[in-house]
């Protein structure tokens, strides 16, 4: 299990592909056979997100263990609004909120990896 925690290369790709699938997806027709294999494909890919980013965060707790577990409690609320974003679609209903919600999540999420000390330093 060391190379899920040797760098964060492998959750930075995980969440990288999963966001650009998630806007694939939520911009395809609602009866589109692309956006259900989008949405399969991007369910494999949360749980790829959520193994990577606790095994990291099992490793580096001991750094900081409340700005870490805040942002695994942010990047699961980025997870739970991109569902949210395409449930809605997928009822026809509004999901102007959620979008927004996401938007701020993935900024605050983003921010705090950089931020922390196993993150990349920006400033």
């Known amino acids: 299990m060391d190379f899920l925690t040797n760098s964060t290369h492998l959750h930075i790709f995980s969440w990288v592909v999963g966001i650009i699938l998630f806007l694939i997806a939520a911009t395809q ?3 589109s ?10 369910r494999v890919f949360y749980i790829l997100i959520i193994i990577t980013g606790l095994a990291l965060f099992i490793k580096f707790m001991s750094g900081d263990a409340a700005l870490y577990g805040v942002k695994f409690i942010f990047g699961i609320v ?9 449930a809605r679609q997928a009822k026809n209903k509004s999901a102007q909120l959620f979008w927004i919600l996401f938007a ?3 900024v605050i999420t983003v ?10 330093k920006l400033f």
């Not at 921010?111 to 990349?120: A, D, E, K, S």
């Open 29 to 31: 027709p609602l009866d």
């Open 33 to 42: 056979k692309v956006r259900k294999i989008m949405k399969m494909v991007l």
């Open 78 to 86: 980025v997870i739970g609004m991109m569902e949210m974003v395409l």
């Open 104 to 106: 701020i999540a993935v």
């Open 111 to 120: 921010g705090l990896g950089f931020h922390l000390p196993f993150g990349i």
